[in-house]
């Protein structure tokens, strides 16, 4: 609808909800009736409103870039959240070899991704594990041939609650692979965020406050405007 009238050279003001819930003993939802067109009118005569309209388009993609992030990042946690408790069925030390939440670490969602069940630890050689964590890690392969033998250990000792033909083990692969994915994506959403917003005036406001950093700024930028 807003389109529509633009479209045709007609001032279009889009009122926060906000601004209309104040008027909530009077403006019934559908705003269709008589008196709530004289409510509106009130409303725009008193200024009382946000005048959206007067914002380019830069500002609608800030913010739907930023609702967007907010819903996959509502979205991601979820996952992780399935991914914990399917790995404590198949492997439960994993939280502890991978502490400090660098369980979504991308070469550690690779390792859980070829080895997601601990009897399939159990029955791989060290030299094998070893390899798997060389090819993604960047130490020394001796570095790596310890934590394989470490990881090995836990695996001998856990217990876990479903076979190695499980489809959960199948569900734990799809998972660290979708959970690198959307990492990767957010992570990519993030700058684009912050660079549609880096050339604005708030932008650099917000920046000049303690704490706060180029994301934050950048949400501040898209939901302020």
């Known amino acids: 609808i807003v389109n529509f009238f633009k479209d045709r050279n007609y001032q279009v003001i889009v009122i926060n909800p906000l601004i209309s819930k104040e008027h909530k003993r009077t403006l019934r939802k559908t705003k269709t009736d008589k008196l709530d067109c004289f409510i509106l009118a009130d409303i725009y005569f008193k200024g009382d409103y946000n005048k959206q309209s007067s914002f380019d388009n830069k500002y609608e993609e800030m913010q ?39 369980l979504f670490d991308e070469i550690n969602l690779n390792f859980i991704y070829h080895y997601p069940h601990a009897e399939i630890v159990s029955n791989k050689r060290i030299d094998a594990l070893t390899n798997t964590l060389f090819s993604y890690y960047n130490r020394h392969y001796n570095y790596y041939a310890n934590k394989a033998k ?5 695996a001998s000792n856990s217990l876990t609650s479903v076979s190695t033909d499980s489809i959960v083990c199948n569900q734990i692969k799809e ?6 994915s959307e990492q990767k994506h957010l992570v990519d959403l993030k700058q684009q965020l912050i660079d549609l917003c880096k050339d604005d005036k708030l ?16 949400y501040l930028c898209a939901e302020l405007k």
């Not at 819903?71 to 502490?99: M, S």
């Not at 998972?175 to 690198?180: Q, S, T, V």
């Open 64 to 102: 739907y870039i930023s609702r967007y992030l907010i819903t996959l990042e509502h979205n991601l946690v979820r996952i992780k959240n399935r991914f914990r408790q399917l790995i404590g069925l198949t492997f439960p030390e994993y939280e502890t070899i991978f502490n400090n939440n660098s």
């Open 150 to 154: 470490f990881i090995k250990s836990m």
């Open 175 to 180: 998972l660290a692979l979708f959970i690198i």
């Open 203 to 218: 932008f650099n406001v917000c920046l000049s406050f303690d704490g706060i950093s180029y994301l934050t700024a950048a």
